[in-house]
Each structure stands twice: as C-alpha cells, then as structure tokens.
C-alpha cells in the first residue's frame, strides 16, 4: 500500500493558475502508472488526466485538455498537476491515485476553489 499526501489547493480567482502535488510513500512508485481525480460537491469522482510510467504518454479529461499538465519525478515520488485558466467548473477536491484499478487508499484531497 502507499500513503498519499496530495497540496496545492487553495482559493483562485478565474483565469488563474495552480500547482498541484501529490507525494506517495510506502511502495516503489516509477513503475506505475498515476494519474489526478477530481469529485466536486454532489458529484462523482472523475478522472482529470493520467501519465504513464516513463512520462512520455498522457491523457486528459476533455474538460481540461489544453488547460491542465500533469507531470511526475520519479526520483521523488511525485506528481504534478499544473492547471491553468482556471473556470468555477474546475472547483473541486483533487486526489491523486494509480491510473488504473486497483488503486490504493484515496488520501485526504486538496481542495481547489475558483472564483468568478
């Protein structure tokens, strides 16, 4: 299993911009597969955008396909969500996770708001 930390989040006026981090302890992470989530309020969690192991494929939701950059460090368990032009649609807590099921315990969020 691994512990997920995920930061970043805070309050953003539309149009601005946020880094997202998301540590993973506990297991190897450089063979995996990651990917970022969102669940905002009275909905499902959904799938914002995936990298795969050697960080040279990606996918994105459509919503955020040309807004958002996902990225990762394996020498630091990390990964990276870069969001860009924020909109109030993208207000929402973000998770961090294996791309793919099945995936290891959700962590705790950070909570991303964007004002209009």
């Known amino acids: 299993q691994a512990q997920l930390i995920e930061s970043g989040g805070r309050l953003v006026q539309a149009g601005g911009s946020l880094r997202l981090t998301c540590v993973s302890s506990?297991?190897?992470?450089?063979?995996?597969?990651w990917g970022w989530f969102r669940q905002a309020p009275g909905k499902e969690r959904e799938f914002v955008a995936t990298?795969?192991?050697?960080?040279?494929?990606?996918t994105y939701a459509d919503t955020v396909k040309g807004r958002f950059t996902i990225s990762r460090d394996n020498t630091s368990n990390r990964v990276y969500l870069q969001m860009n032009d924020l909109q109030p649609e993208d207000t929402a807590v973000y998770y961090c996770?294996?791309?793919?099921?099945?995936?290891?315990?959700w962590g705790q969020g950070t909570q991303v708001t964007v004002s209009s």
């Open positions: 996770n294996l791309a793919a099921k099945p995936q290891f315990p």
């Open positions: 990298m795969n192991w050697t960080g040279q494929r990606t």
């Open positions: 506990g297991r190897a992470f450089s063979s995996d597969d």
